[in-house]
């Protein structure tokens, strides 16, 4: 899941993590207000969208008045900010940040991310931090520390010193940094962060100031943390994703036309590999999980037809605890709750299979059963040749 840069901000201040003095506003009164409570200095107006790479985009832009305020604040409330992150769709901005701006000696890269080949977390670095990092990454990568956290053990002060020689920090600056480090990684363990970056986290004379934050959290640890769920900005996702969200299916929009509905992430992945292999495009990656109800087969269902892109269905069950039956009881409820205009190819295999099936034949569905997830593939896909013709 991912927050806001201003959600984020509090977030490290709770972790006694300094940031530049400022505040959200929701439009150009608030937004006013906030500039005069800065003095009338310069401001830096950030757009709020779940998205990197503002600055080039036009959503980061410096105020000197407050003339400045209302203009660029009435370019950005309302509209569609698109990034190289984005898509062409664009996320649109309702809300904007406005803080004092910083004066930057020195744009640092910092962040914290779960390594998957060390199965640990992973302080990432460099000297060479702002607007054009994933260019360092592509063509300087020399100049990107990396320093694997150990779980057991935590972030040590002498992993932080080091990271600070790296990044080439005076002795005060050195310890402004280990202080950020430690409260940092406490954040991440504590909230079950899945990456924290400061890019930049700005060299300020002695200072160290983290000039722009994201923070993202493992969806798998949400259930531990209530006070950071109600942070979720849904307007800033995909409608679907959002709907899937509060089913309790795991669902991912993609750009195909066939939708998947599986259960368990591995066969819902192979479900998408045997679409492409045979020449498709999936629509969409969706878990329906173990033990699904008959209301859960619903909503997925709804939730896959919310997407207009989608000419066909593919139904993917591998019946294990949950019994094939019970999966075909729900769709055959489903189907009647929602109206399905597109083909619907199903295969289910495993545990009460045969049952399954022979109930969903006698039922008044019309659906092409296939042997095997390949069938299952082929078919609908030569079905949705057919169709074009
Ligand atoms: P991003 O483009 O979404 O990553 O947004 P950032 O908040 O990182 O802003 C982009 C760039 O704008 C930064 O890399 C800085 O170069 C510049 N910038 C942002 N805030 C400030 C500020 O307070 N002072 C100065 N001097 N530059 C800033
Ligand atoms: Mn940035």
Known sequence: MNIHEYQARNLLSEYDISVPKGEVAEDIDQAICIYRKLNNKRAV????????GRGKAG???IAENEDDVSRICSEMFGRRLITKQTGKEGKVIEKVLLCEASSID?????????????????????????????????????????IIISTEAGMKDYQAYSAASFLGLNSKQTKVFCRICRNTYRLFIEKDCSLIEMNPLAVSGDELIPVDIKIN????????????????DEHQENEREAEAFRSNVTYVALDGNIGCLVNGAGLAMATMDAIALHG??????????????????????????????VKGIIINIFGGITSCVSIAEGIVE??????????LVVRLEGNGAKEGKELLERSPIRM????????????????LKEMEQ
């Open 45 to 52: 107006i950030k757009a709020q969208v779940h998205s990197g």
């Open 59 to 61: 959503g980061v832009r």
């Open 106 to 146: 020195k744009e640092l890269y910092f962040a914290l991310t779960v390594d998957r080949s060390s199965e640990s977390v992973t302080m990432i670095v460099s000297p060479m931090g702002g607007v054009d990092i994933e260019e360092v990454s592509a063509t300087a990568p020399n100049e990107i520390g990396k």
């Open 217 to 232: 959290f493992d969806d798998n640890g949400l259930f531990r943390h209530p006070e950071i769920v109600e942070l979720k």
């Open 280 to 309: 498709g495009k999936p629509a969409n990656f969706l878990d329906i999980g173990g033990g699904a109800s008959a209301k859960r087969v619903e909503d997925a269902l709804r939730i896959i037809l919310m997407d207009r892109n």
């Open 334 to 343: 489903a189907v009647k709750a929602v109206d399905i205009s597109v083909p």
């Open 368 to 383: 092409t059963m296939a042997r095997s997830m390949d069938c299952a593939a082929i078919k609908m896909i030569e079905m």
